[in-house]
Structures are given as structure tokens and as C-alpha cells.
């Protein structure tokens, strides 16, 4: 557990002497407020002299921290330039060394040993905000609401802290309602900042009102051209924001929903290079976001790609809010989807007993119940490893034989050893009840053709996988299930169709159309793995080199 000198370290004289050419000294006068709660692009102020106390606004008699000399302002929103989630002022009269965000930024790309107390304090302090459910967010909602495990699932994996009232639980809730001017059929109900109140926000409306790509979308309303657009942040798409911004490039990353994609989901990644003990998928999300932020890559959430102009350049991706994006190369990082189950009432029940990831949310919903994982890949592994430390038992179906064809050693021994895994396969869902969420469902076996009903309230699907491909509108050569053809892939008739006017090849994940490149589970012939799909995203970025010097 980190301690309150690894959060709050404190600058040697040297150390800020280093800092001094990045910024200026000021003054600031007891009371003095130097970061309002919602104010963005926002930098650090370093102490010299006095102190600087961190105030939740909501409880104003609640000071956070108090900043004394050598100690210095911020976390993770500074580096993005996100809206602050605190108020900061000054306790006493006090000298303070003001360091921009475009300063700071220079510094953690250029000294070292600086960016790695800033970093590390930054990434520290924002866990130690979600831990205490401190921040501009309040979430009223209920545990019977698919939108409420929506909302907490967005803002949780985009690391954003926030406070949760149930409405069936607490006894106060009436009166947070009626404070608030809404009823208990709005929910859930997102509250920004202690004013602006969204009734069952949309995950866009949740994005604008908590400021996640603040300055980003006045980019994109001046139509900047980017060197590079990267559309996707799980692991591909990550690494290849990280790569491009260290090595120079005007790179925008766009993402739907919250950095790591399926891969942000696991709980627990072992067999990833590095991690001898494991790391979930959302603490290696949340290290490649800020990695990238690092660099000066700008990663936009909630902005969802639903065209793409591929004819003429500058390339052109159409997003949902209508604005549009601009850039001279492309790299297709958006991944794959679960599968539906082909079932009566599914869409009914999702998110009211039918979930398509097994974080510690979904964990919460059923502890000391039985719970039915459907798919034979890693993520199931995963999730049925992580959920029979929750749940009373797991039962882990698979429509094959075996698991050994499609999920790692380490996870079939883990399988087989746990008394709480029960692996049934050659059985499939056969149906499913309820009246407002899942009550019961049956499986059949299909080898016996012997049915059973059970009476469980919580399963989880994760089987096959969707390429999200439908935006691209016959912009690229596709394969016959969707995912995008790229390098060795497209055949001569693949690139005569798509009239390909070079007299080279299409580079290594190129696709049909020169500049443009897909990496990840949405191409085709990909392996399904989180080391390779961080292999192609730094990969394609040296091709990305090539083709703007073409």
C-alpha cells in the first residue's frame, strides 16, 4: 500500500531549481484560491514558502491535504488537461513556483528522474480519490438499473472517482432528490460538480459534463489535420498513441467507451510479459493512458467513430455528435465484441442479470450466488477464476469438448483445481426468465440432449467475438466474417477492387487503402492476445513513418 510520502512526496532544493526555467514565482495571499473545482488546462503549483491545502468543495470543512514546501499540486487531470476535480488555495501567505501544463508536459518528457515523482504521485493520488469516492461526481441510482451499472462502469473505467447513492438502500436518498428537483424514475442521476444534474445521461453527456477531452474537442471544431488517428484505445490502439507521441507525431486517439477495450475488463492478466504476479486490465489501461498523455497524445473518450471518408486526403472520420475528425494517416485499432446469444428477452435482461465483462461491479451483484460464465476463451478464464472468490459457485459452459484449443494451460489447471469451478461442456443456453431482471435460466447438453433448469440471477457472456466494422461503409477489403484485410491478406483481386494505385504492396497491416492501417482484433488473421496487439499498434507506427514520407 503506498504510503503518504510516496503521494505527497517533497521536491529537493535541487530538484526545484530544475523546474524554476518551466515555470514562475508568484505570491499568493492567505485564502487566496489558486484551482477552482471544474477549472481545466490547469497546471502545478510548487511550494517554496507556506502551504497550499486541497479542499472538496462539497464539504468545505473537509480539507484533503495540506501542501507544504517542496511539495507540489495535481494528479492524473493535469496531463490532460481534464477539469480539476479539487479546489486548491492557500492556507497562509505563501511563495509558489506556477508551472503551466505545457511546461509540465515538457518536463515529464525531459527529465527523468522529475517525471517519475510526478507520475508516480499523480497515478497514486487519483487511486487514493477513487478509494475515498472523492470528486465532481454523484451518481443516484440503483442496483435493479442496467443505465446505473452503465454510468458506474464508464466513469470507473475511465478512473474517474465518484460518489454512488442507492435509492433502495439509503434512507436519505428522498431527501437528495428532492434537493436536486428529480424523482426516483429519473435514475440513475449523475450530478457534475454540485450543480449541473443529468437524469439518466448518456455516456457522451457523462463525458461533456465531467470535462474528459477538454481541449481536444476545440481541436476538432477547428478542423486540425493530425499526423495520425488512431480509432481505438484498447492495447493496440494504445500502444500505438504512446508510440506515435514519443516519437513526434500529431496523434489523436478516439475511443467509445474507456481505455483498454476488452482487455480493460479482465481482472487479472498473468501471462503478460513483465508482470510476473498479474495485472488487471484497467491498471494496465490506466498506465498506457497516462503513457500517452505523457508523450502529448491526445486520447479523446466518448467520441465514437460512425464514418469514414476515405477517398481523398486528408482522411476524414464522421463522429457521432457530427463534428468530424481530420488526419493524413489512420490506424483501425476498435477491436471486437461478445457475441450475442441467439435468445428470446436478451437485450431485457443485459445489465439486469446478463453482463459482458466480470470487473469487481459486476463482482458486487453476486456475491454468495451461483453465476454461469458462456465461452471457452482467456476472458472467461479470467472471469470464472476471479468470480468464484466472489460468488458461491461458477459454472463455466462451453459448446466444445475441451478447453485446451482455445484457453492457456494456466488457466484450464486453475479451472480443474478450484471447488468452486464447475466445467460443463458441450452445453449451451437455452432460454432464460424473469420479470425485471434475470431469475432463472436452462442449459441443455448437447451430446445427451438432457436440459436443466437453474435458478440463477447472473451470467455472464463471453463468447466469440463481432468485429466493430460496420462504420467503415465498404471503405476497406473486409473478410468473409467482417474483420479487416490488411498486408499478405489482400489478395490481387482484393486490391483491384479497391483500384490500390501503387506499385508496391500493401506494407505489413495496410489495408486497401494506402495510409490506412488496422491492428488488433479487428483484423483479420489477428492473434487474439494482448502482447501481440501491443506488438502490431508499435509496429504500425514505423509504417506510418514510411507512408508520410511517401
Known sequence: MATDDQIFPALTAAQIERLTPFGHKRTAAQGEVLVEQGDSE????????GSIEIVDPATPANVVVTHRPGQFTGEVHVLSGRRSLLQAQAAEPSELLEIERSGLLRIVQTDPEISEIFLRAFALRRARLIDNSTGDALILGSSHSSDTLRLKE??????????????????ATQELLDHFHVAVTDIPILVCRGEKVLRNPTNEETAECLGFSTGIDKEIEKEHVYDLIVI???PSGLAAGVYAASEGLDVIVLETNAPGGQAGSSSLIENYLGFPMGIS??????????????FGAS??????ACGIRCIHEPFRIG???????????IIIATGAEYRRLPLPDLQRFEGNGIYYGATHIEAQLCGDEEVVIIGGGNSAGQAAIFLSTHAKHVHLLVRGPALAATMSRYLISRIEDSPAITLRTDT????????????????RKRDTDETETREIR???????ACPNTAWLQDCLQLDERQFIKTGAELQAADLTAANWPHKRQPYLFETSVPKIFAVGDVRSGSVKRVASAVGEGSVAVQLIHKVLAE
Not at 464508464?154 to 434512507?171: C, E, I
Not at 486490465?281 to 505523457?294: C, E, P, T, V
Not at 457530427?322 to 494517416?329: D, F, I, L, Q, R
Request: charged share 20%; aromatic share 8%; proline share 2%.
Open 42 to 49: 490547469k497546471g502545478v503549483f510548487v511550494v517554496i514558502s
Open 154 to 171: 464508464f466513469l470507473t473505467r475511465n478512473g474517474h472517482p465518484y460518489a454512488y447513492v442507492d435509492v433502495d438502500k439509503d434512507p
Open 232 to 234: 481505438g484505445a484498447g
Open 281 to 294: 486490465g484497467q491498471d494496465l489501461a490506466n498506465r498506457a493512458f497516462i503513457q500517452a498523455q505523457k
Open 299 to 304: 486520447v479523446a473518450i466518448a467520441h465514437t
Open 319 to 329: 463522429l457521432r455528435d457530427g463534428t468530424a475528425v481530420h488526419g493524413k494517416t
Open 428 to 443: 449451451e443456453i437455452t432460454s432464460l426468465e424473469g420479470d425485471k431482471c434475470l431469475e432463472r435460466l436452462s442449459w
Open 458 to 464: 447472473h451470467l455472464f457472456s463471453m463468447t466469440g
